[in-house]
Nanobody
Framework: QVALAESGGGLVQAGGSLRLSCAASARTLSGYTMGWFRQAPGKDREFVTGIRWNSGTTYYADSVKGRFTISRDDAKNTLQLQMNSLKPEDTAVYYC?????????????????WGQGTQVTVSS
């Protein structure tokens, strides 16, 4: 069992930045795949970005490439999401997800463990 806890959401104006963090309760995240997803009202949960913990290989949705950066802190077992140049369409609840299997990063179904989510609101 892995517990995930997101933090760092909030309200920001368009063009601004936010940094989300996800703290994992696991003793180690070695071998894990982790991701950030988001869900806007009335829409399906969608992939934002993901990372293979061991290799550091990262993946991004086209909509956030060049604006968002995923990173990991192996010593603290935390995952970060730096979001720059935010747009109103980035408004959503952002979720951290993890799984110990090597499965497609972009699929919601890949992930066993989910955080409770943190709200990000971008005003125009």
């Amino acid at each position: 069992q892995v517990a995930l806890a997101e933090s760092g959401g909030g309200l920001v104006q368009a063009g601004g930045s936010l940094r989300l963090s996800c703290a994992a309760s696991a003793r180690t995240l070695s071998g894990y795949t982790m991701g950030w997803f988001r869900q806007a009202p009335g829409k399906d949960r969608e992939f934002v970005t993901g990372i293979r913990w061991n290799s550091g290989t990262t993946y991004y949705a086209d909509s956030v490439k060049g604006r968002f950066t995923i990173s990991r802190d192996d010593a603290k077992n935390t995952l970060q999401l730096q979001m720059n140049s935010l747009k109103p369409e980035d408004t959503a609840v952002y979720y951290c997800a993890a799984d110990h299997r090597y499965l497609p990063v972009v699929n919601v179904q890949t992930y066993t463990y989910w955080g409770q989510g943190t709200q990000v609101t971008v005003s125009s």
